[in-house]
């Protein structure tokens, strides 16, 4: 098992997630010249990707899914909710309907999503699994719940949001009604908060800790870096970070 980000921040996100001979890409929020770019970076091409799942409709998550999967007649799982925000004429031998709370398989892929709080119809976010390893990838969220606490405790890899430096965020130059939706309990986490989760969760599997969807006004790599060593009782030369023009390069379990 391994996975990469093809990039991930508020201008678009997507990350790869391979099993076996599987291939599942989690969210597009790139053109679809741009994602094909992102994915001849990770040595991918469109053919090797067996299927999309959807975190919400954000545009810098499913921005770029609909164009991608109909190019390329990739299936596409997401919520009912999720769902409504697919163009009309998206094809719908495509669309495979997901229940939040229910795991399914896609190939070597085991797929384990669950509901978020986040501003959205009807969110989720996702464990993957090759039936030894676990990864969990959680960009976006505005309060950690304990049934998240619950999905993520045990995981060999994570990607946590570290969107925002609180102080950064309420000093910063946003409107105050924009700034109060960022750190509301359905916006986004901040370092602190993605601090305190990591530190909340059972680690003993922990080899990869990934600091993401930064925010480039209202955080730092450094910051978020901070947070998540604090949190993990580690070095910070062990956290990684998702850029949002690079992403991250392949990692494996």
Same mark, same amino acid.
Not at 79 to 90: E, H, I, N, S, V
Not at 133 to 156: A, F, I, N, W, Y
Not at 200 to 214: K, M, P, Y
């Given at each position: 098992?391994?996975?990469?980000? =093809?990039?991930?921040? !508020?201008?678009?996100?997507?990350?790869?997630?391979?099993?076996?001979?599987?291939?599942? *890409? *989690?969210?597009?929020?790139?053109? =679809?010249?741009?994602?094909?770019?992102? =994915?001849?970076?990770?040595?991918? &091409?469109?053919?090797? /990707?067996?299927?999309?799942? +959807?975190?919400?409709?954000?545009?810098?998550?499913?921005?770029?899914?609909?164009?991608?999967?109909?190019?390329?007649? /990739?299936?596409?799982?997401?919520?009912?909710?999720?769902?409504?925000?697919?163009?009309? $004429? %998206?094809?719908?031998?495509?669309?495979?309907? /997901?229940?939040?709370?229910?795991? %399914?398989? /896609?190939?070597?892929?085991?797929? $384990?999503? %669950?509901?978020?709080?986040? $501003?959205?119809? &009807?969110? +989720?976010?996702?464990?993957?699994?090759?039936?030894?390893?676990?990864?969990?990838? @959680?960009?976006?969220?505005?309060?950690?719940?304990?049934?998240?606490?619950?999905? @993520?405790?045990?995981?060999?890899? @994570?990607?946590?949001?570290?969107?925002?430096?609180?102080?950064?965020? *309420?000093?910063?130059?946003?409107?105050?009604?924009?700034?109060?939706?960022?750190?509301?309990? %359905?916006?986004?986490? $901040?370092?602190?908060?993605?601090?305190?989760?990591?530190?909340?969760?059972?680690?003993?599997? @922990?080899?990869?800790?990934?600091?993401?969807?930064? !925010?480039?006004?209202?955080?730092?790599?450094?910051?978020?870096?901070?947070?998540?060593?604090?949190?993990?009782?580690? &070095?910070?030369?062990?956290?990684?970070?998702?850029?949002?023009?690079?992403?991250?390069?392949?990692?494996?379990?």
């Amino acid at each position: 098992m391994r996975f990469c980000s =093809l990039g991930s921040g !508020s201008s678009g996100n997507a990350l790869v997630v391979e099993c076996g001979a599987t291939r599942v *890409m *989690m969210d597009c929020g790139f053109t =679809l010249s741009g994602t094909r770019e992102r =994915l001849q970076r990770a040595g991918l &091409e469109p053919r090797d /990707i067996a299927a999309i799942v +959807v975190t919400h409709e954000h545009d810098d998550h499913l921005g770029g899914v609909a164009r991608f999967a109909k190019r390329y007649a /990739i299936p596409v799982h997401l919520t009912r909710g999720t769902a409504q925000w697919l163009p009309p $004429d %998206f094809p719908a031998v495509l669309v495979r309907y /997901i229940d939040p709370h229910t795991p %399914f398989a /896609i190939g070597d892929v085991a797929v $384990d999503p %669950f509901p978020v709080p986040h $501003d959205a119809r &009807e969110p +989720v976010q996702y464990v993957f699994s090759d039936g030894a390893s676990r990864l969990g990838v @959680l960009t976006d969220l505005g309060v950690p719940t304990s049934h998240v606490q619950e999905k @993520l405790s045990g995981c060999h890899a @994570l990607v946590i949001e570290c969107n925002h430096d609180l102080d950064l965020l *309420m000093n910063g130059d946003y409107p105050f009604a924009l700034k109060q939706r960022i750190a509301g309990r %359905f916006g986004h986490l $901040d370092n602190a908060s993605a601090g305190h989760l990591v530190a909340s969760l059972e680690r003993g599997n @922990l080899r990869h800790l990934i600091a993401a969807h930064l !925010s480039r006004q209202n955080n730092t790599p450094a910051l978020a870096v901070e947070a998540l060593a604090r949190g993990a009782g580690c &070095e910070p030369s062990w956290i990684g970070v998702a850029g949002q023009e690079q992403g991250f390069a392949w990692r494996g379990l």
